[in-house]
C-alpha cells in the first residue's frame, strides 16, 4: 500500500484517478479548493482535504504532504485568466515541489501535457500561451529536483470510454487519448520504476498501458 496525495482532487482526471488508486489498496488525499467538492471526491474512496495551494505557502503545503509516498499534481487554474495561470500551474506547482522535498516525499507526478517545452511554439496572441509558459516553467523545475519525478504528457483530452491502451508520442504525433485512460497512466506509472526522470507523451492507442511503459 501506498499513501499517495493528489493536489487538484475534483478535476476531471483525479476523480477518475483516487477510485484506481483505492481499489488496488492505495490510501489517498484528494487536496481539494473548494469544500462543496468533498462529499464527491469522499465517492471515490479518497479522503478529501480543503485547501487552497493558490494560497499557502511551501510549509503549509509540506504539511499536508508530510507522510505520503508519492504526490501526483492534477491541478490547474483552467485557463481564462492569465495571472492566475502563472499563480497556480507555474507558482504553486513549483512550490509543491518544494513541499515535497521538504516533506521527503520521494515520488513527484506530474500531470502536463504533449506539447509542454520551454519551445513549445505557442504564439502569444494565442489564449493558451500562459499556460503553455506555466507548464514549460514548471516541468523544467521538476526536472532540477532531487524527486523520483515523472511528467505525464497526454495529447488532447477526450470524455470517451477508457481502453487500456496507448500509444507513446511526441509532440509532432499529438492526436488524442480519453481521460480515463490517462488516469490510469497516472496509476500505472506510479508503480513503473522505468517512468522515473522521463516525460512520457502519449495518445490512444494499441498497446495496453503496462507493456507501454515497461518499454521506456
Known sequence: MSRIAIIGGHGKVALLLAPLLVER??????IIRNPDHAAEVEATGAAPVVADVETLDEAALAEILA?????VWSAGAGGGNPARTM??????AIRSMKAAADAQVPRYLMVSYLGARPDH??????????YAEAKAAADEHLRGTSLDWTILGPSAL????????????????????????VAAVVAAALREPRTVHQFVGFNQGDTPIDEALASL
Open 67 to 71: 507522510g505520503h509516498d508519492a504526490v
Open 87 to 92: 499563480a497556480v500551474d507555474r507558482d504553486a
Open 121 to 130: 511554439g505557442v504564439p502569444e496572441s494565442n489564449p493558451f500561451f500562459h
Open 25 to 30: 489498496g492505495d490510501e489517498v488525499t484528494s
Open 158 to 181: 477526450t470524455l470517451d470510454p477508457g481502453t487500456g491502451r496507448i500509444a507513446l508520442a511526441g509532440p509532432e504525433d499529438a492526436r488524442s487519448v480519453s481521460r480515463a485512460d
